[in-house]
C-alpha cells in the first residue's frame, strides 16, 4: 500500500485547485478480481489486487462477445459502490472499463504510473498506516456491472442491444490527446481565416495598393511635371520656326524704305586740330557732291580729314566744296567712286502734320541705323549753334519737327517720306537739358528732333556746288534783340552809329521806319527777331513778303522784295 498522493493529483485524490477534476473512467470488474474494492473486502483479494488492472488508456477496450454471465458477477456488485464512495459520482453516467486482465497474464502495472491507493468501502476501517479518507456525499447505488462470460468477457447489456442509443463514454480516454481544432491555429493562437474572408482581404489591400500607387504616381507626375516645365523638359530643345521668307517688303514699308535708301546714305569721320566727329550724310548726284551738316565737317574747314564710309564698306577721302553756318549745310565732294546710288529729293511744302518718316544715320558710330516716327509739326522756328560768341555759327532753321529718334551722329542724315525721297535733312535735337544742339550734343533723343526742309537745303546746296557760297534773303535793317514785347522791333540806332535802316534797302524801300515793331509776316505771328530771321532765310532773295507793323499803335501792311546778302 502506498502513501496517498500528497497533492491529490485526479484521479487518485482530491480535485486539484486549479481545475475541477475530469470524470474518472470506471473499468468493469472481472468475475475473479475486484479492481476497485478496497483490502480484505473480498474472499480472494489481497492488498496487491489494486495493481492487476492496466493503466487507463493503455489497453483498448475489447469487443464484448455475448454470453451466459457468471454466478460471481453478482456478489461483485458492491465493488463499484465502495469504489464511489470516495469519489462523487459524475454527472453522466460513466463509460465502459477496459476488460480486466486474464487469471493468466496476472501482473503489476507499469512502473511510470504509480498503484491507486485503496479505497475503503463505507463502514470499513481504513487500511493500516493510510490516512483517514475523506467523507463524501452518498451518491446511493452504483449500477451494476455488465455481466461476462465464462471466457472472462462481459456480456453485452441493454446498451449494446441493437437498436440502443450509443454510449457517449464508450472508449472515453480523459488522458488522450486533445482533438484537433475545427480551424487550424497560427503561431498567434487565432484561427485561419476562412477562403471568402482571405479573398475579402486580399480585395481591400488590392484596393488599397491602387490607391496608394496612384496616390504615388500623380505625386511624381506632378513633380515630373513641374519639373519639365521650369527647365524646358529632358534632352535638347528644338523650337518651332518658320521657313525662309523671300527678303522682298512692300515698297511703303519701314524696311521696304530703308532697303531703298541705305545704299545712298553714308557715314563722315572728320578729324581736324584737336577735334573730330562723327556725322551723316547722302548722296546728291553720280558725281560724288554729298550733303551734310556744316558742324559735322566744320574741324576740317581749316584743312583736316574727312573719310567717306559708305553703306557696303567701301571707304573715300572727301573735300569740302562748300559750306554755310547760317543754314547748317554743307557739301563734300569724293572723288574716284563709282556706282553711287543719290537719294530722290522731295518737296518740303507738301509735307503734312502726322505723315510717317523714316531717319536715317549712325548715331554714336552705329552706322546704317533706321528709326521712324512722324511729323510732329511744321515751321518749327529754332536756332542752334553759337558756340563762338559772335553769333558767326548760329542756324536759324524753319524746321520740320519729329519724333523720329534723333541722337548724336544722326547729324546731317536724310528725313525719308514714305515713298523713299528727302524731306529733311536732320540736324538738331531737343535735349531734357534744355537747348537745341546741334547733333543732339550727347543728351540723346527725347522724341523732339528737328530737320532743315530739303526746299531750302536744295537750294542752298546747288548754290554752294555751283558758287561755293550761299546767298541770304535780307531786309536791310536791323533788329533790337534785347526786345522783350511780342514782335520783331526796328532798332532805333545801331551801335556804330549808323542807321537801323539801310538807306536804298529792301525795308528802306518798302517804307519801314526805326522803331517800327513786325507783328506778322504774310499773315503770321511773329513774337521775336529771332523768328523774323527765320522766317525771311526760309525765302530765297526776291521773293515778295506782306509785312504788318505798329507804328504809333496802329497797324499797317507793307509789302517788299527781299534782297540779297552779296548785294
Same mark, same amino acid.
Given at each position: 500500500?502506498?502513501?496517498?498522493?500528497?497533492?491529490?493529483?485526479?484521479?487518485?485524490?482530491?480535485?486539484?485547485?486549479?481545475?475541477?477534476?475530469?470524470?474518472?473512467?470506471?473499468?468493469?470488474?472481472?468475475?475473479?478480481?475486484?479492481? /476497485?474494492?478496497?483490502?480484505?473486502?473480498?474472499?480472494?483479494?489481497?492488498?496487491?489486487?489494486?495493481?492487476?488492472?492496466?493503466?487507463?488508456?493503455?489497453?483498448?477496450?475489447?469487443?464484448?462477445?455475448?454470453?451466459?454471465?457468471?454466478?460471481?458477477?453478482?456478489?461483485?456488485?458492491?465493488?463499484?459502490?465502495?469504489?464511489?464512495?470516495?469519489?462523487?459520482?459524475?454527472?453522466?453516467?460513466?463509460?465502459?472499463?477496459?476488460?480486466?486482465?486474464?487469471?493468466?497474464?496476472?501482473?503489476?502495472?507499469?512502473?511510470?504510473?504509480?498503484?491507486?491507493?485503496?479505497?475503503?468501502?463505507?463502514?470499513?476501517?481504513?487500511?493500516?498506516?493510510?490516512?483517514?479518507?475523506?467523507?463524501?456525499?452518498?451518491?446511493?447505488?452504483?449500477?451494476?456491472?455488465?455481466?461476462?462470460?465464462?471466457?472472462?468477457?462481459?456480456?453485452?447489456?441493454?446498451?449494446?442491444?441493437?437498436?440502443?442509443?450509443?454510449?457517449?463514454?464508450?472508449?472515453?480516454?480523459?488522458?488522450?490527446?486533445?482533438?484537433?481544432?475545427?480551424?487550424?491555429?497560427?503561431?498567434?493562437?487565432?484561427?485561419?481565416?476562412?477562403?471568402?474572408?482571405?479573398?475579402?482581404?486580399?480585395?481591400?489591400?488590392?484596393?488599397?495598393?491602387?490607391?496608394?500607387?496612384?496616390?504615388?504616381?500623380?505625386?511624381?507626375?506632378?513633380?515630373?511635371?513641374?519639373?519639365?516645365?521650369?527647365?524646358?523638359?529632358?534632352?535638347?530643345?528644338?523650337?518651332?520656326?518658320?521657313?525662309?521668307?523671300?527678303?522682298?517688303?512692300?515698297?511703303?514699308?519701314?524696311?521696304?524704305?530703308?532697303?531703298?535708301?541705305?545704299?545712298?546714305?553714308?557715314?563722315?569721320?572728320?578729324?581736324?586740330?584737336?577735334?573730330?566727329?562723327?556725322?551723316?550724310?547722302?548722296?546728291?548726284?553720280?558725281?560724288?557732291?554729298? /550733303?551734310?551738316?556744316?558742324?559735322?565737317?566744320?574741324?576740317?574747314?581749316?584743312?583736316?580729314?574727312?573719310?567717306?564710309?559708305?553703306?557696303?564698306?567701301?571707304?573715300?577721302?572727301?573735300?569740302?566744296?562748300?559750306?554755310?553756318?547760317?543754314?547748317?549745310?554743307?557739301?563734300?565732294?569724293?572723288?574716284?567712286?563709282?556706282? /553711287?546710288?543719290?537719294?530722290?529729293?522731295?518737296?518740303?511744302?507738301?509735307?503734312?502734320?502726322?505723315?510717317?518718316?523714316?531717319?536715317?544715320?549712325?548715331?554714336?558710330?552705329?552706322?546704317?541705323?533706321?528709326?521712324?516716327?512722324?511729323?510732329?509739326?511744321?515751321?518749327?522756328?529754332?536756332?542752334?549753334?553759337?558756340?563762338?560768341?559772335?553769333?558767326?555759327?548760329?542756324?536759324?532753321?524753319?524746321?520740320?519737327?519729329?519724333?523720329?529718334?534723333?541722337?548724336?551722329?544722326?547729324?546731317?542724315?536724310?528725313?525719308?517720306?514714305?515713298?523713299?525721297?528727302?524731306?529733311?535733312?536732320?540736324?538738331?535735337?531737343?535735349?531734357?537739358?534744355?537747348?537745341?544742339?546741334?547733333?543732339?550734343?550727347?543728351?540723346?533723343?527725347?522724341?523732339?528732333?528737328?530737320?532743315?526742309?530739303?526746299?531750302?537745303?536744295?537750294?542752298?546746296?546747288?548754290?554752294?556746288?555751283?558758287?561755293?557760297?550761299?546767298?541770304?534773303?535780307?531786309?536791310?535793317?536791323?533788329?533790337?534783340?534785347?526786345?522783350?514785347?511780342?514782335?520783331?522791333?526796328?532798332?532805333?540806332?545801331?551801335?556804330?552809329?549808323?542807321?537801323?535802316?539801310?538807306?536804298?534797302?529792301?525795308?528802306?524801300?518798302?517804307?519801314?521806319?526805326?522803331?517800327?515793331?513786325?507783328?506778322?509776316?504774310?499773315?503770321?505771328?511773329?513774337?521775336?527777331?529771332?523768328?523774323?530771321?527765320?522766317?525771311?532765310?526760309?525765302?530765297?532773295?526776291?521773293?515778295?513778303?506782306?509785312?504788318?507793323?505798329?507804328?504809333?499803335?496802329?497797324?499797317?501792311?507793307?509789302?517788299?522784295?527781299?534782297?540779297?546778302?552779296?548785294?
Amino acid at each position: 500500500m502506498h502513501d496517498p498522493d500528497p497533492y491529490s493529483t485526479p484521479p487518485y485524490g482530491e480535485p486539484g485547485p486549479w481545475a475541477p477534476a475530469p470524470p474518472v473512467q470506471h473499468p468493469a470488474v472481472s468475475g475473479r478480481v475486484g479492481h /476497485l474494492t478496497g483490502a480484505g473486502t473480498e474472499p480472494g483479494a489481497d492488498q496487491a489486487g489494486c495493481s492487476t488492472a492496466a493503466p487507463f488508456g493503455d489497453v483498448p477496450v475489447p469487443a464484448q462477445a455475448p454470453g451466459p454471465a457468471p454466478a460471481s458477477a453478482p456478489a461483485s456488485a458492491s465493488h463499484p459502490a465502495s469504489a464511489s464512495a470516495s469519489h462523487p459520482a459524475p454527472a453522466f453516467p460513466p463509460a465502459p472499463a477496459s476488460p480486466p486482465a486474464s487469471d493468466s497474464a496476472p501482473g503489476p502495472s507499469p512502473a511510470a504510473d504509480p498503484p491507486p491507493a485503496p479505497v475503503p468501502s463505507p463502514g470499513r476501517a481504513p487500511a493500516p498506516g493510510g490516512p483517514d479518507p475523506a467523507p463524501g456525499p452518498d451518491p446511493g447505488p452504483a449500477p451494476a456491472p455488465a455481466p461476462t462470460s465464462a471466457a472472462g468477457a462481459p456480456s453485452p447489456g441493454p446498451a449494446g442491444s441493437a437498436g440502443s442509443p450509443p454510449d457517449p463514454w464508450q472508449g472515453y480516454d480523459p488522458w488522450a490527446a486533445a482533438p484537433a481544432p475545427t480551424a487550424p491555429l497560427q503561431q498567434t493562437g487565432a484561427g485561419v481565416l476562412t477562403e471568402a474572408q482571405q479573398r475579402k482581404r486580399a480585395r481591400k489591400r488590392l484596393l488599397g495598393a491602387a490607391l496608394a500607387l496612384a496616390l504615388l504616381s500623380g505625386g511624381v507626375g506632378g513633380i515630373a511635371g513641374t519639373y519639365l516645365e521650369r527647365n524646358g523638359g529632358l534632352g535638347s530643345v528644338e523650337l518651332p520656326q518658320s521657313g525662309v521668307e523671300a527678303p522682298e517688303r512692300p515698297a511703303d514699308s519701314v524696311a521696304g524704305i530703308a532697303a531703298r535708301a541705305l545704299p545712298g546714305v553714308v557715314t563722315l569721320h572728320v578729324v581736324g586740330g584737336d577735334e573730330s566727329g562723327t556725322g551723316t550724310g547722302f548722296v546728291l548726284d553720280s558725281r560724288g557732291h554729298i /550733303l551734310t551738316n556744316n558742324h559735322v565737317v566744320e574741324a576740317a574747314g581749316g584743312g583736316g580729314r574727312i573719310t567717306v564710309v559708305f553703306y557696303g564698306g567701301e571707304t573715300a577721302e572727301a573735300e569740302i566744296v562748300g559750306r554755310d553756318a547760317g543754314y547748317d549745310l554743307a557739301v563734300v565732294k569724293v572723288k574716284g567712286v563709282t556706282g /553711287l546710288k543719290p537719294l530722290p529729293l522731295g518737296n518740303s511744302d507738301s509735307v503734312q502734320v502726322g505723315d510717317p518718316v523714316v531717319a536715317i544715320g549712325a548715331p554714336f558710330d552705329l552706322a546704317g541705323t533706321v528709326t521712324s516716327g512722324i511729323i510732329s509739326a511744321k515751321e518749327r522756328p529754332i536756332t542752334a549753334g553759337g558756340e563762338s560768341g559772335d553769333a558767326s555759327d548760329v542756324s536759324y532753321v524753319d524746321a520740320l519737327q519729329t519724333d523720329a529718334p534723333i541722337n548724336p551722329g544722326n547729324s546731317g542724315g536724310p528725313l525719308l517720306d514714305i515713298r523713299g525721297r528727302v524731306i529733311g535733312i536732320n540736324s538738331a535735337i531737343r535735349s531734357a537739358g534744355g537747348g537745341s544742339e546741334p547733333g543732339g550734343g550727347q543728351a540723346g533723343s527725347i522724341g523732339l528732333g528737328f530737320a532743315i526742309p530739303v526746299n531750302q537745303g536744295k537750294r542752298v546746296a546747288e548754290e554752294l556746288i555751283n558758287t561755293g557760297r550761299a546767298t541770304h534773303p535780307v531786309i536791310g535793317i536791323t533788329l533790337d534783340m534785347d526786345y522783350g514785347g511780342d514782335g520783331a522791333r526796328v532798332g532805333t540806332k545801331n551801335g556804330d552809329g549808323s542807321a537801323p535802316v539801310v538807306v536804298g534797302g529792301p525795308g528802306d524801300r518798302a517804307g519801314i521806319e526805326a522803331g517800327d515793331v513786325i507783328v506778322e509776316v504774310d499773315g503770321q505771328p511773329v513774337h521775336s527777331g529771332e523768328e523774323l530771321i527765320i522766317k525771311t532765310r526760309a525765302h530765297r532773295p526776291g521773293d515778295r513778303l506782306e509785312l504788318t507793323v505798329e507804328r504809333d499803335g496802329a497797324r499797317r501792311t507793307l509789302s517788299l522784295v527781299l534782297g540779297s546778302s552779296s548785294d
